[in-house]
């Protein structure tokens, strides 16, 4: 082989091996569906960096995914009481970026409960209530780096869907906060998965939620475990996907054994559908 033909296929092998590096940091950039709706979540493109930029929505620090290559994302959770219009996301340097909330209209469901004070809850009852939220909202708005989160999460558990998410709910003809999670129907005793890696940020048996497991992902990715019968972990340890992390339930605000399962991105309860790789029709509400 002449010593010009050898240095043609080295930089031809060179070539190659750039275009592979950078298909496979592109392939690595997961970015979920851009829904900037109530409850959704928009996805949010940055200016260019060789850092990724520190990013706030409402006060609440911003998942951010990609790379100095392929660039950086801002993954934005809306709540549920967003107003539909212009909203912006601020960078740490102060700039602001516009993104477009559109509306969209939740289906109504009506539950008949036959302890009263699950809808009408007695004073001593508020002030247990008042705790635990607390509880819940510090978990909700803990920002983690110890953990790259994963942008896809699994099914925790077997079963039918039996309640979608944002539900406006009527509890006794009472109007309430909307269902800000995915109910799984599922057998008392059921096993939980974990959807991905996390660290166990809360456990507790409260009030409305019952026996609850809350799980911190990474950057402002945390997602919650209710009316469970059994928590199998404790508040500090790390759970790989699919570990076991407790037992379907019937315990708290419920009329029979299931899993509510909430997901929130800086603290914004979410669709969990909008993680999911396999992400049903069937009870997805209408525009």
Known sequence: MTNKRFQILQL???????LLISFNTF??????????VPGGIAVVDLPSSTQPPAVFYRGNR????????TGWHA???????ATPGTHHIQLGNGQKIAFNVKPKTYKEQRITLTNKRQVNPAPMDLERIGREKKVMVAAFKHWNDQLT????????VQGPYSSPFGLKRFFNDQPRNPHSGLDIAAAEG?????????????TGDYFFNGKTILLDHGQGLISMYCHLSEINVTKGDIVD??????????TGR?????????????????????????????????E
């Open 27 to 36: 392939a690595t950039v997961n970015l979920p569906k851009h829904s900037p």
């Open 149 to 156: 989160p994963s942008l896809t999460l699994l099914k925790p």
């Open 12 to 18: 031809l092998g060179l070539l190659l091996l750039a």
């Open 241 to 250: 996907t699919k570990d076991i992390i407790g037992q379907v339930g019937k």
């Open 75 to 81: 993954i934005t959770g809306i709540a549920l009481k």
């Open 254 to 286: 419920v009329t029979g054994p299931h899993l509510h399962w909430s997901v929130s991105l800086n603290n914004a309860r979410i669709n969990p559908f909008l993680l999911m790789p396999d992400k049903p029709d069937i009870l997805e509400s209408s």
């Open 190 to 202: 059921s096993p939980i998965q974990a959807p991905a890696k996390a660290i166990v940020a809360a």
């Open 62 to 69: 911003v998942l951010v995914t990609g790379s100095e290559q």
